[in-house]
């Protein structure tokens, strides 16, 4: 079993940035496929960004590509979602989800995905 905590949220400004983490426990970082998506009050879950478990392989949604960076810090063991430019549209709950089988490829649907965080709440708005 994978137990996954995020944290980082908050309220921020148009423009402004975020760095979100996660942590999971019973596994390492490296080992599996990890990914985040959001929910919009209203809206359903989307696909936000995701790393594969061995190498630097990553995908992003067209609409966050070029603002945000997912990337993985082994040495602590820790998930991250760097977000700049942040625009009101991306004001959600951040989930951190994260893969029972190992693919040697980032994984962009939710249906890939075992274990998820409680999420975290993003706000932005001026």
């Known amino acids: 079993q994978v137990q996954l905590v995020e944290s980082g949220g908050g309220l921020v400004q148009p423009g402004g940035s975020l760095r979100l983490s996660c942590v999971p426990s019973?596994?390492?970082?490296?080992?599996?496929?990890m990914g985040w998506f959001r929910q919009a009050p209203g809206k359903e879950r989307e696909f936000v960004a995701a790393i594969q478990w061995l190498g630097s392989g990553t995908a992003y949604s067209d609409s966050v590509k070029g603002r945000f960076i997912i990337s993985r810090d082994n040495a602590k063991n820790t998930l991250n979602l760097q977000m700049n430019n942040l625009k009101p549209e991306a004001t959600g709950v951040y989930y951190c989800?994260?893969?029972?089988?190992?693919?040697?490829?980032?994984?962009?649907?939710?249906?890939?995905?075992?274990?998820w965080g409680q999420g975290t709440q993003v706000t932005v708005s001026s």
């Open positions: 989800a994260a893969a029972g089988n190992s693919r040697l490829r980032p994984l962009t649907s939710g249906d890939s995905y075992d274990y």
């Open positions: 019973g596994r390492t970082v490296s080992s599996v496929n």
